[in-house]
């Protein structure tokens, strides 16, 4: 069984800044992309940034500048660096990991249980 973990959310101050982290572990042979998505109420699920095994980066508009994505793929961590941050950057934040497990030629989507980011005064 494969399992995503995020951690390190938390209540910051506009302008701040929060690290995400998140780990995946379990029977996993390799890793392809690994991201981090939000939601905030009332909105769809959103991409804010992806990262493949080779290190190419992907960024919302909405957080290019601010947002940093990066990963350790000995580890089987992904990061986020949030720097800047707004109020409409607050919402649960999801990393998801593409992986194949062991034994198995399928590359699936695996997603973590989410981690609240709330950005307020």
């Known amino acids: 069984q494969v399992q995503v973990v995020e951690s390190g959310g938390g209540l910051v101050q506009p302008g701040g800044s929060l690290r995400l982290s998140c780990a995946a572990s379990?029977?996993?042979?390799?890793?392809?992309?690994m991201g981090w998505y939000r939601q905030a109420p009332g909105k769809e699920r959103e991409l804010v940034a992806a990262?493949?095994?080779?290190?190419?980066?992907n960024y919302a508009d909405s957080v290019k500048g601010r947002f940093t994505i990066s990963r350790d793929n000995a580890k089987n961590t992904v990061d986020l660096q949030m720097n800047s941050l707004k109020p409409e950057d607050t919402a649960v934040y999801y990393c998801?990991?593409?992986?194949?497990?062991?034994?198995?030629?399928?590359?699936?989507?695996?997603w973590g249980q989410g981690t609240q980011v709330t950005v307020s005064s």
């Open positions: 998801n990991a593409d992986l194949k497990q062991r034994g198995s030629p399928y590359l699936l989507r695996y």
């Open positions: 990262i493949s095994s080779g290190g190419s980066t």
């Open positions: 379990g029977s996993i042979f390799s890793i392809n992309a």
